[in-house]
């Protein structure tokens, strides 16, 4: 699978050939959502292609002024797929932001941070490519309510493999088939209900140009996770985006919802996004060294050691909502404790089993999909790129059980963890962001952290919760 077009000249007989009518324009914010605008192909130029098209970059939240609102939607047509939900022919192009003020491309667009971290890896002169393969857990429910009022929080959240469905009346009778509380990794079917949801999925998501390698049913009541081939680092950021919008619209069209919320169910597991990474040079594996633990080279360690250093500052990225944090707490296979391990899942950085020289990489397992992935994963590559250029040295390797151990023994090991906030996160990113700065501006900076105070944090904090009424109503 990859690529449909090269150049303008192909995309315009791509379209020809396929009969298309429209042409939708998609570009990702800060929360890492895709908004788009839709032209008719018929006013769509290679001028147009060339030089972008205008649009109101005060309308996106934390963007721009309303008194210099005007951005530029830079397309890249080698990013050009077919969208397989419209009713009429119509093909999606990933765009970039251009700044008409700055003559550059746009410091708060998160695809052109990205882009600008593969340029800094380049002239650090590391490596000239970096790999990165997330792997994207999701819950599928059959029916969503939510109530966020003054005097009323509420939500229900229903699958048909949650437990608490045995005695449900329904109109063909309950078969009773459940994975049960965190016992849902691999049954076959009839406990497994979602075999043919999913390869649907899998097709439609080989039909927009990803080559997907397997899926399964996850841990948690009604969790899944389907498995693509890893990209470069734009390249995995750009299949990230495809793969939500697909899950979401084949769950959609079929009368489910899907959710890579991290924590939709309390007492169950959650959803990571489990990131393996690795630099290149000259076609040669920069973290292969064999004969070393987990054949991992100097430079990988180092690696790993950047990112552990930045970790907590890092989660304002990785791990982007107060949701998230649901997530890392004892018990539910969420690593939070920095150190790494060869082949150990309860370690927050996993070296994969049996990887030779093209196959040996790093997992970090603590990132969820609420993350932006361009942000997510520039941040990582800044953070290891600094740990190898100062040599930091990460905690272990450590195989045991991590899970078992008491957050004293922890501290007496002590091994750094991460964030328990998404508040201590971002105080963490105000503390320390000179990693960042080859990349990300002041301005950028500023502006996330303010942003995800004040759309997070701050709402979060201030409601009242259901647990917290039942607790402390009579006190």
């Given amino acids: 699978m990859g690529k449909f077009v090269n150049s303008i000249e192909e995309f315009f007989n791509f379209c020809n050939a ?9 570009f990702t914010d800060l929360k890492g959502t895709w908004h788009h605008v839709t032209y008719v192909l018929k006013h769509v130029s290679a001028d147009l292609l060339k030089n972008g098209m205008p649009f109101d970059g005060s309308s996106i939240e934390a963007w721009q002024p309303i008194n210099k609102s005007d951005m530029v939607l830079k397309p890249d047509v080698e990013t050009a797929f077919l969208d397989p939900f419209t009713a009429d022919s119509t093909i999606i192009v990933i765009c970039d932001i251009y700044d008409i003020y700055k003559g550059q491309m746009y410091e708060k667009c998160p695809r052109s941070i990205a882009k600008k971290a593969l340029e800094h890896l380049a002239n650090a002169g590391v490596g000239d490519v970096a790999y990165f393969g997330p792997e994207n857990e999701f819950f599928i429910f059959e029916d969503v309510k939510i109530i966020d009022k003054g005097n009323e929080s509420y939500y229900r959240l229903d699958t048909e493999d949650g437990e608490w469905n045995d005695a449900k009346d329904y109109e063909h009778g309950n078969m009773g088939h459940r994975p049960r509380t965190k016992g849902g990794y691999f049954p076959v079917a009839p406990i497994d209900n979602g075999v043919d949801l999913r390869a649907e999925m899998i097709q439609v998501l080989e039909q927009v140009g990803l080559e997907v390698v397997l899926g399964h049913h996850e841990v948690a009541q009604g969790q899944h996770e ?15 985006q495809k793969l939500k919008y697909v899950i979401k619209m084949v769950a959609h069209l079929n009368g489910k919802s899907a959710t890579f919320m991290p924590k939709p169910l309390y007492g169950d597991n959650g959803n990571g996004m489990h990131v393996h990474q690795s630099i290149w040079k000259d076609g040669k594996n920069l973290f292969y060294k ?12 180092h690696y790993i050691g950047g990112i552990f250093k930045h970790a907590r500052a890092i989660a304002a990225f990785t791990n982007a909502s107060t949701n998230s944090y649901k997530r890392l707490i004892p018990g539910f296979e ?18 994969p089993y049996g990887a030779g020289e093209k196959a040996t990489r790093i997992e970090m397992r603590f990132p969820d999909s609420t993350s932006c992935p361009y942000l997510g994963f520039t941040a990582m590559l800044l953070a290891g790129l600094d740990g190898i250029k100062n040599q930091y040295e990460p905690i272990g390797p450590m195989d045991e059980d991590l899970f078992e151990l008491s957050l004293d023994e922890i501290r007496e090991k002590g091994i750094p963890q991460m964030p328990h906030t ?30 995800k105070f004040e759309t997070q944090v701050w709402p979060y904090e201030a409601r009242p919760t259901p647990f917290e009424i039942k607790t402390m109503y009579s006190c």
């Fill in 18 to 26: 396929n009969e298309v009518k429209f042409v939708d324009f998609r």
């Fill in 226 to 240: 389907i498995g693509i081939v890893f990209g470069t680092l734009v390249e995995a950021a750009d299949n990230v």
């Fill in 290 to 301: 064999q004969g070393e633990y987990g054949n991992l080279s100097d430079t990988a360690r």
């Fill in 334 to 351: 969420a690593p939070s404790i920095l150190t790494y391990s060869s082949q150990n899942r309860s370690a927050s950085c996993r070296v």
């Fill in 422 to 451: 998404l508040r201590g996160a971002l105080e963490a990113l105000v503390r320390d962001n000179d990693f960042l700065k080859p990349v990300m501006t002041d301005l950028f900076i500023d502006t996330y952290q303010h942003y």
